[in-house]
């Protein structure tokens, strides 16, 4: 039995020994960076608010939201700023179960949305088809600024009352003799939309008839191209240069540093530009 040990012996000092791997080297664990993307992933079973990030809709059909600030500036040159004012000579309400609940005139909305040229396919509805809703037969657009709704039975001097409430201060005008009704949006915020091409991209306006029962219809669309209506846009460099005059005008008023700040998230990591828009609108 000695024997036969004192060979087991010989035999596994003559065995190949396995081969161990060095191990790679590998950055070291965050912990910031793992809890954000824990965030992320429980965020995919979660629909973000319409209006707290950038949404666009992909080539299948399914919209998606740029929740990261710094990954959409990467992806657009521009922002618009719509601010609805008025619109003039609106139909009277034909539906008599509606008029009864809001008044006798359209409850109306403005929709907006920018299509972008690559889009052909809503390119060529906008410009061939005569009849279309506008906003409602996009294909290619998730992102849609809205007003708020200016409701028929709503005059002035209630709107006045819902803006000392925090509501709403838009109101409508009732038609008159040979002269359409009218809404008007009292101090309505603006909303923002996102631009990757001015030089092709259109900017669509469809006019909707909000209807408690029921999920209303357009009332009426147009659409212009951005460079017709800035046609600053039409530069390869508008933005640069729009930037460029901004950042001199805040120089020479000594407010630069006031208004644009650099800051790092301590969520994400990223660097993030802080714009105060009240110092810049000065």
Request: glycine content about 8%; proline content about 6%.
């Given at each position: 039995s000695?024997?036969?040990?004192a060979?087991?012996d010989?035999?596994?000092?003559s065995s190949?020994?396995?081969h161990?791997?060095?191990?790679?080297?590998?950055?070291?664990?965050?912990?910031?960076?793992?809890?954000f993307l824990?965030?992320?992933?429980?965020d995919?079973y979660v629909?973000?608010?319409?209006?707290?990030?950038?949404?666009?809709?992909g080539?299948?059909g399914?919209?998606v939201?740029?929740?990261?600030a710094?990954?959409t500036?990467?992806?657009y040159?521009?922002?618009?700023?719509?601010t609805?004012?008025r619109?003039?000579?609106?139909?009277?309400?034909?539906?008599?179960?509606e008029?009864?609940?809001?008044?006798?005139?359209?409850?109306?909305?403005?929709?907006?949305?920018?299509?972008?040229?690559?889009?052909?396919?809503?390119?060529?509805?906008?410009?061939?088809?005569?009849?279309?809703d506008?906003?409602?037969?996009?294909a290619?657009?998730?992102?849609?600024?809205r007003?708020?709704?200016?409701w028929?039975?709503v005059?002035e001097?209630?709107?006045?009352?819902?803006r000392?409430?925090?509501?709403?201060?838009?109101?409508?005008i009732?038609?008159?003799?040979g002269k359409?009704g009218?809404?008007?949006?009292?101090?309505?915020p603006p909303f923002?939309?996102y631009?990757?091409?001015p030089?092709?991209?259109r900017?669509v306006?469809?006019l909707?008839?909000?209807?408690?029962?029921?999920?209303g219809?357009?009332i009426?669309s147009?659409?212009?191209?951005?460079?017709?209506?800035l046609p600053?846009?039409?530069?390869?460099?508008?933005?640069?240069s729009?930037?460029?005059?901004?950042?001199?005008?805040l120089?020479?008023?000594?407010?630069?540093?006031?208004?644009?700040?650099?800051?790092?998230?301590?969520?994400?990591?990223e660097?993030?530009t802080?714009?105060?828009?009240?110092?810049?609108?000065?």
């Amino acid at each position: 039995s000695m024997l036969r040990a004192a060979a087991i012996d010989d035999d596994d000092a003559s065995s190949p020994q396995p081969h161990r791997r060095p191990t790679p080297s590998q950055p070291p664990f965050s912990l910031p960076t793992s809890l954000f993307l824990a965030g992320l992933a429980f965020d995919s079973y979660v629909e973000p608010p319409p209006n707290s990030s950038r949404w666009e809709r992909g080539s299948s059909g399914t919209n998606v939201a740029f929740l990261s600030a710094a990954y959409t500036r990467s992806l657009y040159k521009g922002i618009v700023e719509i601010t609805p004012l008025r619109a003039s000579d609106l139909p009277d309400q034909d539906d008599a179960a509606e008029s009864l609940i809001t008044g006798g005139g359209v409850d109306a909305a403005l929709l907006v949305s920018v299509v972008e040229g690559a889009w052909t396919t809503d390119v060529q509805k906008l410009e061939k088809e005569q009849f279309h809703d506008g906003v409602l037969d996009l294909a290619g657009c998730a992102h849609v600024g809205r007003s708020s709704t200016a409701w028929s039975n709503v005059d002035e001097r209630k709107a006045r009352k819902n803006r000392e409430r925090g509501g709403s201060g838009a109101y409508h005008i009732k038609s008159s003799w040979g002269k359409g009704g009218q809404a008007v949006w009292e101090d309505d915020p603006p909303f923002y939309l996102y631009v990757q091409d001015p030089k092709t991209a259109r900017v669509v306006f469809t006019l909707f008839d909000e209807d408690v029962v029921g999920g209303g219809q357009p009332i009426g669309s147009a659409h212009r191209k951005l460079a017709e209506l800035l046609p600053g846009a039409k530069s390869d460099d508008a933005v640069s240069s729009l930037k460029s005059q901004v950042i001199e005008q805040l120089k020479r008023s000594g407010e630069l540093q006031r208004a644009i700040q650099l800051r790092i998230n301590p969520d994400t990591g990223e660097e993030e530009t802080i714009v105060d828009q009240d110092v810049i609108m000065q």
